[in-house]
């Protein structure tokens, strides 16, 4: 092998070894202090949720959303629509109204709060009959954490969330949905 581009291979990677984690780059749908607006695709719902914490950029969170395809023995959604605001500065918990689920969500960030509000983008599945609610753990368990979140398992669905608010600390508790067999009453 030419000793001199094995010299420049390392040198390269050493390079790119020193060079900071950085979370620019992994597909987040804001920017920080920024607002954002999305949506799975039709027929899919929202399976799982990515976020970076940054005290130096206002207290906010760079956010990454994935989808992922209903089961066939949901159908289409009949109807989807936005849901009501949960505010900035303030706890509050949200559930998809009219028994639906989360298929998009979007958020605008305060300045005056250094907080977010949120509003979800629900659908609705004429096949689905709620089985049981369970709250995630806290995600992040503490506030200035990455935090992840991933359902447990095909047929759990996010009907909603949770936060606590105080100022400086803010939790998020996300609400699943496990569907049952569809049944033709």
């Known amino acids: 092998m030419n000793l001199a581009l094995l010299a420049s291979v390392l040198s390269l990677l050493a390079t790119v070894a020193a060079q900071p984690y950085d ?11 920024q607002g954002f607006n999305f949506q799975c695709p039709h027929g899919e719902l929202l399976v799982a ?13 760079l956010w990454s ?22 505010r900035a500065g303030l706890e509050w918990t949200s559930t998809c109204t009219r028994n639906g689920l ?8 305060f300045e005056s709060t ?7 983008y629900c659908c609705y599945y004429k096949r689905r009959c709620p089985y049981s609610c369970m709250k995630t753990t806290d995600v992040p368990e ?7 979140m991933v359902i447990p ?25 496990f569907d049952c067999e569809f049944e033709n009453l």
């Open 153 to 177: 398992a095909y047929g759990y669905f996010i009907r909603g969330a949770q936060t606590t608010f105080s100022g400086v600390l803010r939790k998020i508790i996300l609400l699943t949905d």
């Open 114 to 120: 250094l907080d977010r509000e949120w509003q979800f």
């Open 49 to 61: 949720i990515r976020s970076y914490f940054s005290e130096k950029e206002g207290s906010d969170r």
């Open 102 to 109: 989360v298929a998009g969500v979007q958020s605008k960030y």
């Open 142 to 148: 503490y506030y200035r954490e990455e935090g992840e």
């Open 65 to 86: 959303f994935e989808c992922q395809p209903v089961p066939e023995n949901l159908g289409e959604p009949s109807d989807c629509w936005w849901d009501d605001i949960n």
């Open 23 to 33: 979370h620019y780059d992994m597909g987040w749908v804001n920017g920080y202090r």
